[in-house]
């Protein structure tokens, strides 16, 4: 079966960083896409990543690593407003999004 | 904003009742999504359409029923729901379906309660 891990929820601290990571097994890959949804509102596109590497965008940057099914969004001078669920997507071999159920991340002063 | 708007945004309706969602996509692309959204769960892809054709019809139940009449238009007609399915219900169009960096947009969701 088709699977994507992500931690249910994280916390930490305005100012600093997190890093929110998601594993993956699915049938085929074809591109990895991160979003971010606030409660109550649409899920917004942040990035996708086909090829392996870092893509860096402003304080946002996502990771990955095919080889080990693995990605990472990578977030830098925590702000209150980013307190939201961050979902992970993997687009397989059919060209169908396979989604994780979102990793809630929690902002504190 | 992300172009993509849906109505209403809170829907509380009984088991007999009949309503529909609507989804309208101002961004001139091909494909429209209906997902489901429950709590700590992935998004359940509902429906695909492509260029007005349905495309993909996850095995979701009839009392679920899609209509696309054109592009920028998509509805989610509802009768005789069960309590568990009161979810989110978001939809989402892209440029095409199927295409390699296809990213998808959203809109706000109804928020579902079937009593």
């Known amino acids: 079966g088709q699977n994507i891990d992500q931690p249910t929820e994280m916390t930490a601290t305005e100012g600093a960083i997190v890093q929110i990571n998601c594993t993956y097994q699915?049938?085929?890959?074809?591109?990895l896409f991160w979003y971010q949804q606030h409660a109550g509102e649409a899920p917004t596109f942040l990035s996708y990543n086909v090829l392996d590497g870092l893509e860096e965008k402003g304080r946002f940057s996502s990771f990955l690593s095919r080889s080990k099914g693995y990605s990472y969004l990578l977030l830098k001078e925590l702000q209150m407003k980013d307190s939201a669920s961050y979902l992970c997507a993997v687009l397989d071999s059919n060209y169908q999004l396979i989604w994780g159920a979102g990793t809630k991340l929690i902002i504190k002063p | 904003e992300t172009g993509v708007t849906q109505t209403p945004r809170h829907l509380v309706m009984g088991m007999t009742n009949k309503k529909s969602l609507k989804c309208e996509q101002h961004?001139?692309?091909?494909?429209m999504y209906w997902y489901k959204q429950s709590a700590k769960k992935p998004l359940e892809l509902m429906f695909v359409?492509?260029?007005?054709?349905?495309?993909e019809n996850n095995s979701v139940p009839s009392r679920f029923s899609p209509e696309c009449p054109n592009s920028s238009h998509l509805f989610l007609h509802l009768h005789t729901l069960q309590p568990e399915d009161s979810a989110l219900y978001l939809c989402a169009s892209s440029q095409v379906s199927g295409g390699a960096t296809d990213t998808q947009y959203f809109g706000p969701g109804t928020r579902l309660t079937v009593l």
């Open positions: 961004l001139g692309h091909n494909a």
């Open positions: 359409y492509n260029f007005k054709e349905q495309t």
């Open positions: 699915t049938s085929g890959f074809n591109g």
